[in-house]
DNA sequence: GCCGTTTTCGGCCCGACTGTTTTCAGTCG
């Protein structure tokens, strides 16, 4: 038997099926159903497979009758025939050609039904020969756009995505040079970027000012900006030396909460508060909420009194994504941030593959605040770099005793990040593990395991009496490699039953576990903990994003292991239960 | 295709821009 299609995969075919409809001529609503179910199962926080043999699944939200039957003929038979129908109808090169500026679906079909183009390279063939004008709507302009999007490399890959730390690092300085600027009241910054998503496409920037063209022409003149197009009075966009589009508006004060609030989004927040206001007689826009008894609009100067003005509570950005934070029962969860981490217990020294010694790193840890750290070197069998023997375990123990003599005010645990072998098993022996502070279990290698095969192996380690945490528990890494096949679900019951904790490693090409499994732990009562995986003294600092994944997570201080005093952390441990 | 303080049919968010067109559909965010 083979294993389910996870949640992603069935995001990917619904998502698929929205292209396919979309290309088909369906009406918008058809197709927006399938984009809004694929939303549904990336969101959802538990398999939407088992959801769907426990005959539950209608029970999602815009999940009914008919996409339970795709659903259904999905897992019996492992595809959709719906999709195998549309594919046989329409060539994937189709798909392809929307990817460029102003060729959407519609137009990609009608060039396909009156001129038989059917690829990308087909239709650079007709731009070039003039023969895209012969379709009614076409003309010299797009076959011109055509040309230059194909030369730009468009359409050979989606857009580019930057991962969040490097958005930040160039939105935070462009926020703060703005802020110097004379002309400048309020700053902020909005997008994807506020709402600390994985990854960015672009920065937005919403402003107000004593002079807005002053501003606004100020953004050209940063240094993080290689070139602005022409700014206006209120606006202006500009492209940083590594590609990212900047935009920046400059609004009157009266205006700037519906500013934030719509450059905030996310679309889907955005949509579904659009449509709670409509049930309420109101109509929310970027430039107010419109009244229809009244007929007027109002204008609000704070993100806080549009969300009153609309009988909703107020969501932290990060938490706007339509998961459930405009319900009528929201109640708003204090998240978890930076200041209430005691403890970092996943780290590397100069034994394995870090650059500082373990008194370094107790050093930097105390300067953050923190009242604990553990040492978790890689064990014997890692396959890169050093790697630490048995004896040079015994040995990095003593190290870690002596290092604890020497530096007060900051608890040193001797452990190791040990790798979990295809079998299940650590790979120290359990008398060396038992004679350690803390053991964190990672895998670390033969990746394309099967489903089964891996959950196996995960569950034995988290079985394991001295394996404490789970390292990375997915093994992805953002926009680069995909998780390892694992039936999540069986991993996080696991690892509530057996009191063993689940990181949410910080590293800001992982934050693994994402969002929605942290979510989906927490709520099966897993501990959750959230690690630096340090190599080096400053990189200590991307507790951040691992901060940003828990709080987009919905998770509070009471549901993050070491946000607690050494005392409570040390008996949180499965083997001081 | 989903869904219901307008319930089982008829709705289903908001606005700007573009190129091509005689008044707007499609695209985009």
Redesign the pocket.
């Known amino acids: 038997m083979t294993a389910d299609p996870s949640n992603l995969v069935i995001a990917a075919a619904f998502d698929e ?1 929205a292209d396919l ?2 290309l088909d001529g ?5 197709v ?3 984009r ?2 694929a939303k549904t199962a990336r969101d959802a926080t538990v398999s939407v497979a088992g959801m769907t043999r426990k005959g539950t699944v ?1 029970s ?9 039957e ?1 659903l259904v003929a999905l897992l019996d038979t492992g595809t959709i025939p ?1 999709a195998e129908k549309l594919r046989a109808t329409y060539p994937p090169g189709l798909l392809e050609m ?13 060039l396909f039904d009156e001129l038989g183009i059917d690829s990308l390279e087909m239709l650079r063939a007709a731009a070039e020969t003039q023969k ?2 012969d379709a ?8 011109a ?1 055509v040309l230059s999007s194909i030369a730009a490399g468009i359409g050979d890959r989606p ?1 580019q995505r930057v991962l969040l730390h490097r958005a930040l690092e160039i939105g935070e300085a462009i926020v703060q040079a703005l802020r110097a600027h004379p002309a400048s009241q309020r700053v902020e910054l909005a997008g994807s970027a506020r709402r600390r998503a994985d990854s960015v496409k ?1 920065l ?1 920037i919403i402003a107000t000012a004593s002079d807005p063209g002053a501003l606004a022409r100020a953004l050209g003149e940063l240094e993080e900006i290689e070139s602005a197009s022409a700014p206006n009075e209120h606006a202006a966009r500009g492209l940083t030396h590594t590609g990212l589009p900047v ?1 920046l508006r400059v609004v009157e004060p009266e205006n700037f909460g519906n500013l934030l609030q719509h ?1 905030t989004g996310s ?1 889907a927040h ?2 579904a508060l ?2 709670a ?3 309420r ?7 107010g909420i ?1 009244d229809d008894e009244t007929g007027e ?1 109002l204008r609000c100067a704070t993100e806080e009194e549009v969300y009153e003005r609309l009988g909703l509570t107020y969501p932290e950005p990060e938490l706007r994504e339509d998961r459930g934070e405009l319900a ?1 029962d929201f109640a708003p969860p204090r998240l978890v941030a930076l200041g209430d981490i005691r403890g970092d217990l996943h780290m590397h020294t100069t034994a394995s593959d870090g650059h500082a010694s373990i008194e370094e790193m107790a050093l930097a840890a105390r300067d953050r605040g923190y009242a604990y750290i553990a040492i978790t070197d890689h064990s014997a069998t890692h396959g890169f770099g050093n790697h630490v023997t048995p004896e040079q375990l015994e040995r990095q123990i003593e190290l870690v005793a002596q290092a604890n003599e020497r530096v007060d005010g900051i608890q040193i645990l001797a452990g190791t990040e040990t790798n979990i072998l295809p079998s299940g098993s650590p790979d120290y022996d359990d008398d060396l593990l038992s004679r350690l502070d803390w053991v964190v279990g990672s895998i670390h290698t033969a990746f394309g395991t099967p489903e089964n095969e891996m959950t196996k192996r995960m569950i034995a380690a988290i079985e394991h009496p001295w394996i404490d945490a789970i390292g990375h528990p997915t093994g992805r890494k953002i926009s680069t490699r995909g998780p390892y096949a694992l039936d999540i679900d069986a991993v996080i019951e696991a690892a509530a039953r057996t009191h063993t904790m689940l990181e949410i490693n910080a590293a800001p090409d992982r934050r693994d576990l994402d969002d929605v499994h942290a979510r989906a732990a927490a709520q099966a009562g897993a501990m959750i903990l959230i690690d630096s995986d340090a190599h080096r003294v400053a990189t200590l600092a991307n507790m951040r994003w691992g901060i940003a994944t828990a709080r987009r997570a919905w998770l509070e201080p009471k549901h993050v292991a070491n946000t607690r005093p050494w005392p409570q952390f040390a008996a949180l441990r499965k083997r001081a239960r």
Do not use: Q
């Open positions: 099926l409809y979309e369906a009406v918008v609503h058809r927006l159903a399938y809004s179910a209608t999602l939200p815009g999940i009914g009758k008919t996409l339970e795709k719906a929307t990817r460029l500026p102003g060729l959407g679906p519609k137009r990609a079909r009608k895209l004008r009614r709507g076409f003309g010299p302009k797009f076959e756009s857009a672009d937005d935009d450059f679309r955005n949509v659009r449509e206001a409509v049930r007689g109101l109509h929310v826009s970027e430039y419109l609009t009528a």
